[in-house]
């Protein structure tokens, strides 16, 4: 017999637990993320957002900015200290003595402290280092040479202007400063280089997984057909009993089209898991690709796609850059073991005294004038040789860049063909799958009243199926010719839009 004394608190207890299940599980439900709808560019974006290649490239590209700015920062002004302080020097050595005309075996007991400071300003006229320099300077030092307890002590302070220009010889300033800009260009095209390579093998990687998807929607609309011959056909036995056997095969051929369709959903399962690892996805984030066949015909112009090929593409820039250091190469081989000549000017004011207080009073001018000449008289050719070698690598050079441009040309061409005829093949395949949908159905409503046999229906069947694989063939030949063309490019022909511009990366 019941109580009906704790029927109430049995009641409380039950209320009470579908309340707190409720209260726990909802916010759960509540918060699972919605699924990511997966389209090329939602690939690349999560991709590249996050991608360690990425990152290396961003910092190479930093390390060749900042060795410009020192380079740039070397053609402004700098200023140097140089301290002795002190130099002790207790140290015999040969000097010649004039009066004797021998050399003599001195002992010098010597103290110095010294500070040099110089204010150095590269010249740079209109924009152009010369190579020369130009500074302000000025020396103090104490200077005392013991003899036995006696000390002899002088101090001196000397001011003056400096200027120094190599000439006849490379302008290492500007060659540096030029190979810096070229350092960080090339590292920039490389940046847009492997960009582009990582977004064709996501693209391509994009289309695999389209394909599967676009699989089992095949599948299931072959599923879809066979499930209406079955129907067809139990409606034509249950009429006549002798022909049982064609609903036996069909349902044979519906098992198979099921077995099709799971296994192209396990397949498609398998590489969405894959994909999520390697998008660094987690286990709750799920992917949804809606698999669309949308061909909208594009027309492009040969000589505009070559032109891109050649300007947007880094190849072309790669090789004038390469030509640019090789020139740079050459000059600097010229400038070795050549006539040279190093002049030097200075022009100042200079005291000594035995006192400190006294070094700037009553000052005398000071100057100097140096020349220094290198004249090369016989080297066996060395110099010669080395030139001629870099003459033949500037003439190397010159050969890729026309090669390159030859086969630029060539191969945007070839592709331009492959995609014009992927295109057409898919136009076409498009408009037949329409008639065989239109056939399909027709048989199946001629079958089941009748007019046609079962072998008509399968056939049918099957012929439908086979010209949407032909379709969706045509249609992956299509965009994986529209992906070459791209990486040849470097431009999205679909949008009109430069490819780096499409997908922008980096800061």
């Known amino acids: 017999m019941t109580d009906v004394r704790n029927a109430p608190g049995a009641a409380w207890r039950l209320a009470f637990f579908a309340l707190t299940a409720f209260t726990l599980t909802a916010p759960l439900t509540a918060q699972q993320p919605a699924p990511i709808e997966l389209t090329l560019d939602r690939m690349v974006e999560l991709a590249l957002k996050d991608s360690y290649r990425v990152r290396q490239l961003l910092l190479d590209i930093d390390r060749t900015r900042a060795l410009l700015q020192a380079e740039r920062a070397g053609l402004k002004s700098r200023v140097d200290l140089t301290l002795a302080a002190p130099e002790l020097e207790a140290i015999s050595d040969y000097k010649w003595n004039s009066t004797l005309q021998r050399n003599e075996l001195i002992h010098e007991n010597t103290r110095r402290w010294e500070a040099d400071l110089s204010i150095r300003q590269p010249v740079i006229l209109f924009g152009y280092p010369t190579g020369g320099a130009l500074s302000l300077n000025n020396k103090i030092y104490r200077y005392s040479q013991l003899d036995g307890d006696e000390r002899d002590a002088q101090f001196y302070n000397r001011y003056f202007v400096a200027y120094e220009q190599p000439l006849f010889q490379p302008n290492r300033m500007k060659n540096d400063l ?32 389209f394909e599967s998807a676009y699989q089992r929607v095949l599948a299931t609309q072959r599923l879809q057909n066979l499930e ?46 894959r994909l999520k690892q390697n998008l660094r996805l987690t286990t709750g984030d799920s992917i949804a690709l809606t698999p669309v066949l949308d061909l909208q015909p594009i027309t492009i112009d040969e000589a505009r796609a070559i032109e891109f090929a050649v300007s947007l593409a880094p190849r072309m820039r790669e090789l004038a850059i390469n030509r640019r250091e090789n020139e740079i190469r050459l000059a600097q081989t010229r400038g070795n073991d050549s006539f040279r000549v190093n002049l030097e000017l200075t022009y100042g004011r200079e005291v000594q005294d035995p006192r400190f207080e006294n070094l700037w009073t009553r000052p005398r001018n000071s100057y100097t004038i140096n020349v220094d000449a290198q004249v090369p008289l016989w080297d066996w050719g060395e110099r010669k040789h080395r030139i001629r070698a870099d003459q033949y690598s500037l003439q190397r050079t010159d050969l ?56 008509d229906v399968l056939q049918t069947i099957e012929r439908e199926s086979d010209t949407a694989e032909n379709r969706l063939e045509a249609y992956l030949g299509y965009q994986e010719a529209l992906i070459d063309l791209q990486q040849m490019t470097y431009y999205d022909f679909e949008r009109g839009v430069p490819l780096i511009e499409r997908f922008r990366v980096g800061r």
């Open 178 to 209: 030029e190979q810096a800009q070229l350092e960080l260009e090339s590292s920039e095209l490389e940046f847009q280089g492997d960009i582009v390579e990582m977004v064709n093998d996501l693209a391509e990687q994009y289309f695999e997984l």
């Open 228 to 273: 209406a011959a079955v129907a067809a056909a139990g409606q034509i036995v249950a009429a006549d009993s002798t022909r049982a056997i064609e609903l036996e095969q069909i349902q044979v051929a519906l098992a198979n089209a099921r077995e099709d369709q799971q296994s192209a959903s396990s397949s498609l399962r398998l590489q969405i898991a």
């Open 400 to 455: 890729s860049i026309q090669q390159t441009r030859e086969e630029i040309a060539t191969n945007v061409r070839n592709e331009l063909l492959n995609l014009k005829e992927f295109q057409q093949r898919a136009l076409n395949m498009q408009s037949n799958l329409s008639r065989a949908q239109q056939i399909t159905a027709t048989t199946l409503a001629r079958y089941g009243n009748g007019e046609v046999t079962l072998v």
